[in-house]
C-alpha cells in the first residue's frame, strides 16, 4: 500500500471515529436534555395539581371524581403529557385519560408519595411504559390524603427523539465528509512536500546521505535562512575542532564557528577563498541552496589547507635542496679549477692558502656543535630556514646564547615548529637582499618554558599596529601577486601561543627591524641520547 493510501485510509479512520464518537455523545446529551425537560415539567404540573383547592377540598365529597376528572383532563391537555392521575392514599384512582379506570386501584406501587416523598422514574401501567412523576398530596393538617402521577409515554420520548436527530445527523454527515476531504488534501499536500516518495525510498535516501556526508573528506556544513547550522559532517567537525558534530545543529552558525569563517558561510557567497579557522588555515567554497527557486539557506565546503601547504612547503624545500646541490656542484668545480691552475703554476702555498679559506665554504650550511639546539626536529628546521634565506641574498644567524635540549614526547615540539618556522619566515619576507636576522631559541631563561626571539632588519611595525598585526588579514608587507591573503602565520602563532598557555608579542628591535618575542610551555627531557644531539648539530 502507498503512503498517499496509508495517510488517507488513516485520516479517514480517524475522522471517522471522532465524529461517529462525537454524535453517539452528542445524541446521549440530547436524550438527557429531552428527559430532564419533560421531569421539570411533569413536576411542575404535579405539584400544581397536589396544591389546587379544588383537587384537595373534592375528596370530602361523595363523588370525588366528578370534580376532579374534568380539571385533571384540562390541565393534561394544556401541559402535554399522558395522563394526570389523581388518587386517595388508599390507592384508588379520580382521574384518569380512560374514564372506565377511574374507581380502580393504580396499577403501580404508591408507597413512595402516600410517604411524603416525590417519586421520579420509569414504570410500566395501564397505558404501558411510562416516563412519569409521583407527588403526595397534603391536607390542612398535614398528612397525605393522595397522590398525583404526571408522566408521558416512554414511545412518545423516543418520537420526539428521533425527531430532533435529523439536524444532528445531517451535521455529523456534513462534517465526515468534510473530514475525508480534507483528509484527501492533507495527504497529497504531504507528498507533494516529500516529492511523492515512498517510506522506502525516504529510508534509502537517508541511508545513502549519510553514508556520503561521513564517508567524505571534506568537511561539510549548511546553514538555513536564518543562520542555524542544520548540518555538519565528520570531517567539518575535525577540521574546527568540534568534539560532537550533532551537538551543534540548530545553533546559531556565530555562537559555534570563528567570526570569519561564520561571516563567510551565512553570506552563501559564489566563491572560494582561504580562512583562518583556530590554527587551521581552511579553504572555503561557498554557495547557496535554492529548491523550487528559493534561497533555503548557505553551504559550505572546507578543504585543510594546511595540510597543501605544508606539502608545498616540503616540495619548495626540495627543489631549495636541488637548487643548492646544483650550485654547490658548480662552486666546488670552479674552485678544483683554481686549485689545479695554481698548483700546474708551482704555487703550492697559493693554493694551500686558497683551500684553507674557502673549505667550509658552500651553498649548503650546517649548525656547530657550539650553536646549542639540540632538538633534532628544530635544528633541521633552523638549517632549512637558513638555506632559502641564503637563496635569497638574507643571512640567518643563530644567536650563540640559544640553548634548547630535545624534550620530552609530551611537550608541544609541534606547535614550537610551527612558531618558529612562521616567524622566520615572516623576518625573511620582512628583510630585503642583505637583509640580517637573528634567531634566538632559550629553554634556560624562563622555567618550564622555552623563548622564541627573531630579530631583523626590516621596516619593522608601526607602534601603532603591534597588537594588530597578529590579527588575521594584517600584514606591515605590501601584497604579493599571486598571494590570496596575508596576516595569517602571525595570527596562527598568537592562536598558538595562548592555547599553550604562552604570550607572543611584537617590539622595535636593535636591529632596526621588528623584534618578535613568543613564549611557550617547554620541559628538558631528563636523559638526551647523544647520538640525537650530536646529530642535531652537524
Known amino acids: 500500500m502507498t503512503l498517499g493510501m496509508q495517510l488517507l485510509l488513516l485520516q479517514v479512520a480517524i475522522v471517522l ?28 404540573v404535579a405539584q400544581s395539581v397536589a396544591g389546587l383547592p379544588v383537587i384537595t377540598e373534592a375528596f370530602d365529597d361523595a363523588d370525588p371524581s366528578s370534580t376532579i376528572q374534568p380539571v385533571a383532563e384540562v390541565i393534561r391537555r394544556a401541559s402535554n403529557v ?27 406501587d404508591p408507597a413512595i408519595p402516600l410517604s411524603g416523598e416525590v417519586y421520579v422514574g420509569t414504570q410500566t401501567g395501564t397505558l404501558g411504559e411510562s416516563w412519569r412523576v409521583k407527588v403526595p398530596i397534603f391536607d390542612a393538617g398535614g398528612d397525605v390524603m393522595g397522590q398525583v402521577s404526571v408522566g408521558i409515554l416512554e414511545s412518545e420520548l423516543r418520537e420526539d427523539f428521533v425527531g430532533g436527530l435529523f439536524g444532528l445527523l445531517l451535521a455529523l454527515m456534513v462534517a465526515a465528509v468534510l473530514g475525508v476531504i480534507g483528509s484527501a488534501w492533507i495527504g497529497r499536500v504531504i507528498r507533494r512536500r516529500i516529492y511523492g516518495l515512498e517510506p522506502d525510498e525516504i529510508r534509502a535516501m537517508l541511508e545513502t546521505r ?28 575535525r577540521l574546527l575542532d568540534i568534539a560532537d558534530a550533532n551537538a551543534v545543529l540548530g545553533r546559531h552558525v556565530d555562537r559555534v564557528l570563528d567570526q570569519e569563517l561564520a561571516r563567510f558561510i551565512a553570506s552563501g557567497e559564489d566563491r572560494e577563498t582561504p580562512v583562518l579557522s583556530g590554527e587551521r ?30 606539502m608545498l612547503r616540503e616540495l619548495q624545500g626540495a627543489q631549495g635542496l636541488a637548487e643548492g646541490l646544483r650550485a654547490q656542484s658548480h662552486e666546488f668545480s670552479n674552485k678544483l679549477h683554481v686549485v689545479s691552475g695554481l698548483l700546474e703554476l708551482g ?30 626536529e628544530t635544528a633541521a628546521l633552523v638549517l632549512a630556514k637558513r638555506s632559502r634565506a641564503q637563496e635569497l641574498g638574507i643571512a640567518l644567524d ?13 611537550v608541544p615540539r609541534t606547535e614550537l615548529l610551527t612558531v618558529v618556522g612562521n616567524l622566520l619566515d615572516n623576518a625573511i619576507e620582512a628583510c630585503g637582499l642583505a637583509g640580517r636576522i637573528t634567531l634566538s631559541i632559550r629553554d634556560d631563561l624562563e622555567p618550564g618554558h622555552v623563548v622564541i626571539r627573531v630579530d631583523d632588519d626590516g621596516p619593522g611595525v608601526p607602534e601603532d599596529r603591534r597588537d594588530a598585526i597578529f590579527e588575521p588579514d594584517v600584514s606591515g608587507k605590501a601584497p604579493t601577486p599571486g598571494k590570496a591573503r596575508r596576516g595569517i602565520g602571525l595570527t596562527i602563532v598568537r592562536r598558538v601561543a595562548s592555547r599553550l598557555g604562552g604570550s607572543a608579542a611584537v617590539d622595535a628591535s636593535p636591529a632596526g627591524g621588528a623584534r618578535f618575542v613568543v613564549m611557550l610551555p617547554w620541559s628538558r627531557a631528563e636523559v638526551v641520547d647523544g647520538s640525537n644531539a650530536a646529530g642535531a648539530r652537524r
Open 17 to 44: 471515529t471522532t465524529v461517529v464518537g462525537t454524535g453517539v455523545t452528542a445524541m446521549w446529551l440530547q436524550e438527557q436534555q429531552l428527559r430532564e425537560a419533560y421531569q421539570d415539567r411533569m413536576i411542575a
Open 82 to 108: 399522558t395522563y394526570v392521575v389523581v388518587a386517595d392514599d388508599h390507592g384508588i384512582r379520580y382521574s384518569h385519560p380512560n374514564p372506565d379506570r377511574i374507581g380502580e386501584r393504580v396499577s403501580t
Open 210 to 237: 549519510e553514508a556520503m556526508l561521513h564517508g567524505i573528506r571534506e568537511g561539510l556544513v549548511a546553514v538555513d535562512d536564518a543562520g542555524r547550522i542544520v548540518l555538519m559532517n565528520d570531517a567539518a567537525a
Open 281 to 310: 588555515v581552511l579553504l572555503v567554497h561557498g554557495d547557496r541552496v535554492r529548491v523550487d527557486g528559493r534561497d533555503v539557506g548557505s553551504i559550505a565546503i572546507l578543504r585543510d589547507r594546511t595540510e597543501l601547504e605544508s
Open 347 to 376: 704555487h703550492v702555498d697559493a693554493a694551500i692558502a686558497f683551500i684553507q679559506r674557502v673549505g667550509s665554504g658552500g651553498a649548503l650550511s650546517s649548525l656547530d656543535e657550539q650553536d646549542g639546539i639540540a632538538d633534532v
Open 398 to 410: 643563530l644567536d650563540p646564547d640559544s640553548h634548547l635540549e630535545a624534550a620530552h614526547a609530551g
